[in-house]
T-cell receptor, first 114, second 105 residues
Framework: DGGITQSPKYLFRKEGQNVTLSCEQNLNHDAMYWYRQDPGQGLRLIYYSQIVNDFQKGDIAEGYSVSREKKESFPLTVTSAQKNPTAFYLC?????????????FGEGSRLTVL | KNEVEQSPQNLTAQEGEFITINCSYSVGISALHWLQQHPGGGIVSLFMLSSGKKKHGRLIATINIQEKHSSLHITASHPRDSAVYICAPTDKLIFGTGTRLQVFP
């Protein structure tokens, strides 16, 4: 079945450590996105990519980095520069670059920094 | 002021009731998503619409692009409809904060 796979589902890390969250899709979608969700708040865009080897910063990119070396993969690294990394992270993809494409989401990764 | 406003923020209903969730936005858009977030966090897309009305089972979504308003209706609500419902204008990659719906038997 086609879909988006995020891993790990739960992740605990010590303060100051970099963490990489995986996002893989087999939907053959060009566009992929990373969002952050905090309790009581809406989804906020971290980074998005419309095509392989290209990505753009979203509203809250500081302290995060991404790569898009393959169409199906869009990993997110939460660096030690991110001041408040504990959050729920969601990856999504769409057939077209965010404008008219239906969005598909992964199940999310919950990061807790101790 | 948020670019996307949803109302109500929280909604409680008895099984079988008709539910309406509203979404207003201040930006000009071409289309809008309605999404459902389950208690575990996963999100599924319910509708993407740019005009008029769409229906899928007990769910109906309407949009008026000129008035910058969309509604999601659930007919004959059921406890399994309990979730957070989120509207998201497609052009701006922004999301409403969601409406938390709880349906009791």
């Amino acid at each position: 079945d086609g879909g988006i796979t995020q891993s790990p589902k739960y992740l605990f890390r010590k303060e100051g450590q970099n963490v990489t969250l995986s996002c893989e899709q087999n939907l053959n979608h060009d566009a992929m996105y990373w969002y952050r969700q905090d309790p009581g708040q809406g989804l906020r865009l971290i980074y998005y990519s419309q095509i392989v080897n290209d990505f753009q910063k979203g509203d809250i990119a500081e302290g995060y980095s991404v790569s898009r070396e393959k169409k199906e993969s869009f990993p997110l690294t939460v660096t030690s520069a991110q001041k408040n990394p504990t959050a729920f992270y969601l990856c999504a993809s769409s057939t077209q670059a965010g404008i008219f494409g239906e969005l598909f989401f992964g199940e999310g990764s919950r990061l807790t920094v101790l | 002021k948020n670019e996307v406003e949803q109302s109500p923020q929280n909604l409680t209903a008895q099984e079988g009731e008709f539910i309406t969730i509203n979404c207003s936005y201040s930006v000009g858009i071409s289309a809008l998503h309605w999404l459902q977030q389950h208690p575990g966090g996963g999100i599924v897309s319910l509708f993407m619409l740019s005009s008029g009305k769409k229906k899928h089972g007990r769910l109906i979504a309407t949009i008026n692009i000129q008035e910058k308003h969309s509604s999601l209706h659930i007919t004959a609500s059921h406890p399994r409809d309990s979730a957070v419902y989120i509207c998201a204008p497609t052009d701006k990659l922004i999301f409403g904060t969601g409406t938390r719906l709880q349906v009791f038997p």
